[in-house]
């Protein structure tokens, strides 16, 4: 299925363009994409980990949950659709800005920071995508970096989620 993307320019303006995944991008042209963190009370992250057929990083554990956004898609109906899509989680992020924001070469990825503890067992994890899912301290996961099982974002990205988890801007949820 081809999956339609909105560009942006430089100063994140949809430019009323669109192009299609996979395509090079033209200079000055970007995308935008979405991380979400989920921390339970206890101070772990839901990680998932990917399908061994999964194009990019196969078998490795990731964060929560990442993706596109698609074309029409704010920051937020992208997170929304991403996390019910992977994991079968319902969350509201209508009037929610991301926690933080990183740009890289081609766009901008949005980092949602959510507090909520999730019955692993009540996840409906998406074939196509994510093959388990698991509750993992900051410890684990740096572990998980060092044996490459998990993708190799730097520790101290990681170590950034964890210790923002609490502060302003976090996404406390019942």
Not at 65 to 89: N, Y
Not at 118 to 135: C, F, G, H, M, N
Request: some cysteine.
């Amino acid at each position: 299925m081809m999956e339609l993307w909105d560009i942006y320019d430089s100063a994140r303006n949809k430019t009323n363009r669109t192009m299609i995944r996979g395509e090079a991008f033209n200079k000055g042209d970007y995308h935008m994409v979405i991380h979400i963190c989920i921390f339970n009370s206890k101070g772990e992250m839901l990680i998932q980990q990917r399908q061994p057929f999964k194009e990019g990083w196969p078998d490795k554990w990731d964060i929560t949950v990442g993706g596109s956004a698609v074309k029409d898609d704010t920051s937020q109906t992208a997170a929304e659709r991403e996390l019910m899509e992977e994991l079968g989680i319902k969350i509201n992020l209508q009037n929610i800005r991301p926690h933080l924001t990183i740009n890289f070469d081609n766009g901008f990825d949005d980092v949602y920071l959510v507090q909520k503890d999730i019955d692993i067992a009540s996840l409906t994890l998406q074939y196509e995508e994510v093959q388990s899912a698991r509750w993992a301290s900051k410890e684990e996961i740096f572990s998980m970096i060092d044996s490459g099982e998990f993708i190799p974002y730097y520790q101290s990205l990681i170590q950034l989620f964890f210790d923002s988890r609490n502060q302003y801007g976090c996404i406390q949820t019942k």
